[in-house]
């Protein structure tokens, strides 16, 4: 038995489960971490496209390619939420249009909430989904699909593969932190399993003179740094171990700014640091 429920109107139907495909691929992402300095001049850019169904017996795809009966993408509405708030739509691609060059910039974002880029300030997020509507099986029936959920996502099956992209704003970006604000900079270290790192460390280097910091054991620990008048660089780095996997950690900056909030999985070497102070 399927059963059906109604949404905005009586056209707009939730589609059962195997009509809730994964429908949009995102490629060539570019440039999701704003700095202050750089807006209004700043935009968010991906090329846009639908998936083709690749033969798995999942039926989470869309339905280009696809032995027998077929769907049609209709239409697919850009949703922008800002620091988890309601949605609200940036931009709408015809299915025709596809693939489609996207470009959503900091000055989209602000108008549609209200604001100038102006208002943006770090620590801001934006979040990025989208709804659409379908012709199911070319029957003349549309459902109206919103997001599918993160178990559908993230390329496992299809490269590009996208449910919901993130756009943070930050102060300025460095890799090496040029004379650093004194103070005491937190460096916080999780491990979701609570065994430790299990090999993985961070290097925090002030000046030269590096300090190697880990979790021997457990699920949490705690670092701080002290920086003293007149240090000329400050920089962390990320070296792996056997599973990177459980492995989350953020620092702070004198201030309580979050200048990093790194993993599951962080990247190896250098972590880019946001600078407020």
Same mark, same amino acid.
Request: proline share 5%; glycine share 10%; aromatic share 8%.
């Given at each position: /038995? $399927?059963?059906?429920?109604?949404? !905005? ?17 995102? =490629? ?16 968010? @850019? ?5 998936? %083709? ?10 339905? $280009?390619?696809?032995?027998?009966? =077929? ?11 800002? %620091? ?17 060059? /996207?470009?959503? #910039? ?5 108008? =549609? ?24 099986? %070319? ?19 299809? !490269? ?11 102060? #300025? ?24 790192? %299990? ?6 280097? /002030?000046?030269?003179? @590096?300090?190697?910091? @880990? $979790? ?34 953020? $620092? ?17 070497? =250098? ?7």
């Amino acid at each position: /038995v $399927v059963m059906l429920s109604a949404c !905005e109107n009586e056209d707009n139907l939730r589609a059962p489960d195997f009509y809730t495909p994964v429908v949009l691929l995102a =490629t060539n992402v570019t440039n999701n971490v704003w700095e202050t300095s750089e807006l209004p001049n700043t935009a968010f @850019t991906f090329t846009l496209d639908e998936e %083709n169904f690749d033969g798995a017996a999942d039926g989470h795809k869309f339905f $280009v390619g696809r032995s027998g009966v =077929t769907s049609t993408l209709l239409d697919v509405t850009l949703l922008a939420s800002m %620091n988890g708030g309601s949605p609200e739509p940036v931009a709408t691609f015809q299915g025709s249009e596809l693939p489609a060059e /996207v470009s959503i #910039s900091a000055s989209d974002i602000a108008s =549609t909430f209200g604001m100038t880029p102006d208002d943006l300030a770090p620590g801001d997020v934006i979040a990025i989904t989208y709804e659409y509507n379908i012709d199911a099986d %070319n029957s003349g029936t549309v459902y109206k699909l919103g997001t599918p959920g993160n178990d559908y996502c993230g390329g496992f099956t299809n !490269e590009g593969e996208w449910c919901t992209f993130t756009i943070s704003v930050v102060c #300025s970006l460095a890799d090496v932190v040029q004379n650093p604000a004194p103070g005491a900079y937190v460096i916080d270290m999780q491990d979701s399993f609570g065994d430790g790192w %299990n090999g993985a460390t961070l290097e925090v280097t /002030v000046d030269g003179v @590096t300090s190697v910091i @880990t $979790v021997d054991a457990g699920s949490s620990g705690s670092e701080t740094i002290n920086i003293a008048p007149g240090t000329s660089t400050f920089e962390v780095a990320f070296t792996s171990g056997d599973f990177d996997s459980e492995v989350t950690f953020q $620092v702070l900056d004198p201030a309580g700014n979050v200048m990093a909030d790194e993993g599951p999985t962080p990247s190896v070497g =250098t972590v880019t640091l946001s600078v407020c102070l």
